[in-house]
């Protein structure tokens, strides 16, 4: 068993996205023969867009900006249910363009993963909070002992940005099991 877990992660190479209309972390995870490596994690910060495909625009520069040739595309599962139908409506409809430009630069076909299933998964140890304020909290502090030396920003996007790292870690322990 150990061997096959060895060679489903053998050189890949991970983008995670950890998607909203405001800011997009993003992560790239490689493996070598040594085990596995966050190598980078970044915003995509939404300022002056006035739409989706304004926003779209951007995030496809950001990505063409990238020196990267993935295996594997993870993206956060877009939340379904809220108070503000408009919200969700607006969420899914830019999780759409940005997973159809993905899959179109790099003829991948975007993984996604529930965010709460990417905190259990990702960190089965941790208690979760219930309010979204001190969960944000709880997984940057997560990142941030599991991964003393990742640089992550030092303003709001590097909630979107541990998020991102989540996304990866969790979907590293799904391969392995």
Known sequence: ???????????????????STS?????????KENGFKINWTK??????????FAKLDTFKTFINSLKVKPTDIIIEAPLKFSNNQNTVAKLLFFNGLCSSFLYSKWNIIPQYINPEKARKTAFPEVKFGRRTAEIKEQVLECVKTAFPSLILPKNLSQFDCADSVVLGLAYINMLKN
């Open 1 to 19: 068993m150990m061997i096959q877990q060895c060679c489903l992660l053998m050189n890949k190479s991970i983008l995670t996205f950890d998607i």
């Open 23 to 31: 800011i997009i972390g993003v992560s790239y995870i490689s493996f």
């Open 43 to 52: 915003p995509v910060i939404f300022k002056t867009e006035k739409n989706e």
